[in-house]
C-alpha cells in the first residue's frame, strides 16, 4: 500500500506547528487542497496565497486563519529538531497511512492533521477492537478498582482499552490493560516528549511498550486547559464505544461521552452511590443522554460486540449465590477458593489447586455453579462476585 507523499507529510508536520488541534477551517480547506499547498499558501509562496487573503467572503474564514499561522511561523522547528524526536522513537502518521485509523475520519473537518505516536503496537490494528474507559481525576478507591477490573477482563477478551493518561480513572485503566497483558493506548493532551502528566513517566513507558502513545501536539508542547476538552474528540472517536466509570457533573470525561454520542457510538456509564459526586456525572449520562448502564467488562463486551466473544459469558441475566457461601460443604468451599474471578481456569488446574480428584472437581462446579457461585467461561470456569 502506497502513502501520501514526502512532501504532504513535512507540510502537514508544518502545520501542525502553526494551527490549533481541532481546526475545523484547516479541516474545509483541505477538502479543497493539499496540505504542501495550504503551507505554500501561508508562507505567500502558493499560487493561491493572493485570492485567499484578499478576503473574499467565501475564504474569509480561511484568510483569518492563514493571517494567524503566518504570525506562528517562528514556531516551526528546525529540521534536526524533528530528526532528533525521530530518533528519540517517535513516529508520525497522516491520513493515507497504513497505520492510520480510519475512524478518526467521522470527525470530519476536525479529524486530526496528523499523530505522533510511540510504542511498539500498531495504532490501526489497535483500534479494531476497542473501548475509550474514561472518568475523574479524583477518583475513589472503588472507581479505581472496577476500572482496572474492568480493563483486564476485556483486554483478555481481546480489546484495547484507550484512555487520556491522567492520574484517576485513565490511570486505572491503562493499569488494568497492562496487567492483563493486553493493548492499551494513551491519547494525551500535550506532546509527547513534554509527557504530562510528569508523574506518569513509568506509566507512558509501561504503554509505550505494550501499546502506543498518541498525541496531536507538537512533541514537546505542554497541554492547554482547551487543548483537554479538543484531545476528548479523538478518544471517542478512536473507541467503538465509550465507558464512564465515576465522573462529576462538570467532568471532562462527560465531554468525550457527547463527543461519542455524537460520533453515534455506545455510551455507557457505571453507577455508583446517589450521595457520590463523583458519580453525578454518570447518573445524568444514564438519565438524561440514554447511556447504557454497566457494572462489569460483561455488560460493556456484550453492548459493543451482541453474540462476540465474550458471548458465552454474557448470556442470559445473572444472579446471585442461592445460598450463603459459610453453608457450602468444606469440599465444596475448597474448589470454590480456586476458581479465579477473572479470565477463567481449566478444570484440571482447579482440581491441582484444591488437592481433590477430577470426578469431585466437576461434581463440585455443577453445584456451584447450580447455586450461582460460579459459571462456564471460554477459558473454563470463574466465580461470579468474587
Known amino acids: 500500500m502506497t502513502g501520501p507523499g514526502r512532501e504532504e507529510r513535512r507540510a502537514r508536520v508544518a502545520l501542525s506547528f502553526l494551527a490549533d488541534p481541532g481546526d475545523r477551517v484547516l479541516g474545509a480547506a483541505l477538502r479543497q487542497m493539499t496540505a504542501a499547498e495550504l503551507f ?63 475512524q478518526l475520519d467521522d470527525l470530519g473537518d476536525a479529524r486530526p492533521l496528523l499523530l505522533w505516536l510511540r510504542g511498539s503496537a500498531d495504532l490501526r490494528y489497535c483500534c479494531l477492537r476497542s473501548v475509550a474507559i474514561v472518568g475523574a481525576r479524583a477518583a475513589t478507591t472503588s472507581g479505581r478498582m472496577t476500572t482496572s477490573e474492568i480493563a483486564a477482563t476485556l483486554s483478555e477478551l481481546g480489546m484495547t482499552i484507550i484512555s487520556g493518561g491522567a492520574f484517576g480513572i485513565d490511570a486505572s485503566a491503562h493499569e488494568g490493560a497492562i496487567t492483563a497483558d493486553g493493548l492499551t493506548v494513551a491519547v494525551l493532551a500535550g506532546g509527547l516528549s513534554f509527557g504530562y502528566p510528569k508523574g506518569h513517566a513509568s506509566l507512558f513507558a509501561g504503554i509505550a511498550a505494550q501499546g502506543v502513545l498518541v498525541s496531536e501536539c507538537p512533541p514537546d508542547q505542554a497541554p492547554t486547559r482547551p487543548g483537554f476538552l479538543v484531545r476528548n474528540r479523538l478518544i471517542a472517536a478512536l473507541g467503538r464505544g465509550t465507558v464512564v466509570v465515576e465522573a462529576a457533573l462538570r467532568s ?87 476458581v479465579p474471578a477473572r479470565g477463567g481456569m481449566g478444570i484440571a488446574s ?37
Not at 457510538?265 to 450521595?275: I, Q, Y
Not at 481433590?356 to 472437581?361: A, E, I, Q, R
Not at 467461561?377 to 468474587?386: N, T
Open 40 to 102: 505554500a499558501v501561508t508562507t505567500g509562496t502558493g499560487a493561491y496565497g493572493d485570492l485567499v487573503l484578499s478576503g473574499a467572503p467565501a475564504d474569509e474564514a480561511l484568510s483569518r486563519a492563514v493571517r494567524k499561522w503566518r504570525r506562528r511561523l517562528s514556531l516551526l522547528p528546525p529540521a534536526a529538531r524533528v530528526e532528533r524526536w525521530h530518533e528519540d522513537g517517535l513516529r508520525t502518521v497522516i491520513p493515507g497511512d497504513p497505520e492510520w485509523p480510519s
Open 252 to 338: 471532562g470525561a462527560l465531554n468525550t461521552a457527547r463527543h461519542a454520542r455524537e460520533l453515534c457510538r455506545p455510551v455507557m456509564a457505571v453507577p455508583g452511590p446517589v450521595s457520590s459526586e463523583q458519580s453525578a456525572g454518570c447518573h445524568e449520562l444514564i438519565r438524561e443522554y440514554g447511556a447504557m448502564l454497566v457494572t462489569c467488562a460483561r455488560d460493556v463486551a456484550e453492548h459493543l460486540e451482541p453474540g462476540g466473544d465474550g458471548a458465552d459469558e454474557t448470556a442470559g441475566p445473572r444472579r446471585g449465590p442461592a445460598v450463603p457461601r459459610d453453608h457450602l460443604e468444606p469440599t465444596a468451599r475448597a474448589v470454590l477458593e480456586q
Open 350 to 386: 482447579i482440581a491441582v489447586r484444591a488437592g481433590v480428584d477430577l470426578d469431585t472437581t466437576l461434581r463440585n462446579l455443577g453445584l456451584l455453579a447450580a447455586t450461582g457461585f460460579v459459571e462456564r467461561c471460554p477459558k473454563g470456569w470463574r466465580a461470579i462476585g468474587k
